[in-house]
């Protein structure tokens, strides 16, 4: 590539590239092929993924609804979107940029009729899920004192995000949660849900999963609609929504997934860790990408942190730095639970606005995030 006084004929037709620093840029030109960009905290992993998306639409490489970009909350889809159309100088119209479970309805809405529903199925709540629950529990005379609905459920929903319709669910996990009728129940639960022509949160990525195993014409048509997919907080992610990804990434393997190993902390939601752990593997000749450099964080905080998580051997390594001064020596305060922790860290806050201090000057406004 020919270079300027430094300058690369990339920067020249797509300047904001020179915004990145060497590992972050790396990781937006990286298109092709399977790719794992391991973001430690504070090192401008949205920045990152909004660029990339840019760079795809701006670079020609795919236009707006041939990019499946995934996010975890409405609030980051949100922020995603205002970001690129920034970066662009005009909002993006017709693109697939949302949460798994929007994105995994939009999908099924069009297929729904495969599965016994229609086009304009209902998404059930929390509270109507409940209701549904305890009236089976109900007509099946379980008592609900003991196996109250929302532990049913819950247990419902865990099997949901391992991918498990009902009868690929042992009789041995389900042990004698419901008096040992916990499965004919999430049968039964399923039954009524599609004669009400409707849906639960963890039906919209297992009915898109059997519509992909199911009918190989669905999937196809996902497979040429979708060029690029990009995956935020790729850590977090389940084991039905690890499937869903790796069905539809299985045809052009472009899927770049951005997460941190260190981070993560929704187990209690069906969150595997394993499944960043092992990307490499599920995907031979897969490029893994560090963004090491930190932006928030003084660089006591980075060491101190960095030698507590050391300690952790389910991860793949990183080592976060940074170019700001050494800062201030790290306190340590010992405190009875989060609610306590909560409580000071406000003070601390508090305090500090109080000295005449402004948020904006603070490392809490991070200039690459």
């Known amino acids: 590539?020919?270079?300027?006084?430094?300058?690369?004929?990339?920067?020249?037709?797509?300047?904001?590239?020179?915004?990145?620093?060497?590992?972050?840029?790396?990781?937006?030109?990286?298109l092709d092929g399977p790719v794992l960009v391991l973001a430690g905290a504070g090192t401008g992993k949205t920045r990152v993924l909004t660029t990339r998306l840019a760079h795809l639409l701006i670079s020609g490489r795919a236009a707006p609804g041939q990019v499946l970009a995934v996010t975890f909350t409405n609030r980051a889809a949100r922020e995603m979107k205002d970001r690129v159309a920034a970066l662009l100088g005009r909002p993006v119209e017709g693109w697939w940029l949302g949460t798994f479970h929007?994105?995994?309805?939009?999908?099924?809405?069009?297929?729904?009729?495969?599965?016994?529903?229609?086009?304009?199925?209902?998404?059930l709540d929390t509270d109507d899920q409940l209701r549904l629950v305890k009236q089976l529990l109900e007509a099946e005379q379980v008592d609900t004192k003991k196996w109250p609905a929302r532990a049913v459920l819950g247990a419902i929903q865990r099997w949901k995000d391992r991918a498990l319709t009902p009868d690929k669910v042992s009789a041995g996990e389900a042990g004698d949660l419901a008096g040992g009728r916990a499965l004919a129940l999430y049968a039964a639960y399923q039954d009524r849900l599609r004669t009400l022509n409707a849906c639960d949160f963890g039906d919209l990525l297992l009915h898109s999963l059997g519509l992909f195993q199911d009918h190989p014409d669905v999937l196809a048509k996902a497979h040429s609609r979708f060029r690029y997919i990009l995956v935020d907080e790729y850590?977090?992610?389940?084991?039905?929504?690890?499937?869903?990804?790796?069905?539809?990434?299985?045809a052009r393997h472009n899927l770049c997934c951005v997460g941190d190993d260190d981070q993560s902390i929704y187990g209690w939601r069906g969150a595997e860790v394993d499944n960043?752990?092992?990307?490499?593997?599920?995907?031979?000749?897969?490029?893994?990408?560090?963004?090491?450099?930190?932006?928030?964080?003084?660089?006591?905080?980075?060491?101190?942190?960095?030698?507590?998580?050391?300690?952790n051997e389910g991860r793949l390594g990183k080592t976060l730095w940074t170019e700001d001064a050494e800062g201030d020596p790290v306190r340590l305060r010992g405190l009875w639970d989060g609610e306590a922790e909560a409580r000071f860290v406000g003070e601390e806050i508090v305090a500090w606005l109080r000295q005449g201090h402004k948020l904006s000057e603070s490392r809490w406004a991070c200039p690459t995030g």
């Not at 300058?7 to 020179?18: F, G």
């Open 1 to 30: 590539m020919s270079q300027t006084l430094g300058i690369t004929a990339d920067d020249l037709r797509y300047p904001y590239l020179a915004a990145l620093n060497e590992a972050q840029r790396e990781a937006v030109q990286a």
């Open 102 to 123: 929007a994105l995994a309805a939009r999908m099924l809405r069009e297929d729904a009729e495969r599965l016994g529903l229609k086009p304009n199925f209902t998404i």
């Open 235 to 250: 850590q977090d992610t389940n084991v039905a929504q690890y499937l869903w990804l790796r069905l539809l990434a299985q």
């Open 276 to 311: 960043i752990l092992r990307f490499e593997q599920d995907l031979p000749g897969a490029r893994v990408i560090r963004l090491e450099r930190n932006y928030r964080s003084t660089g006591r905080i980075l060491a101190a942190a960095s030698g507590l998580i050391a300690h």
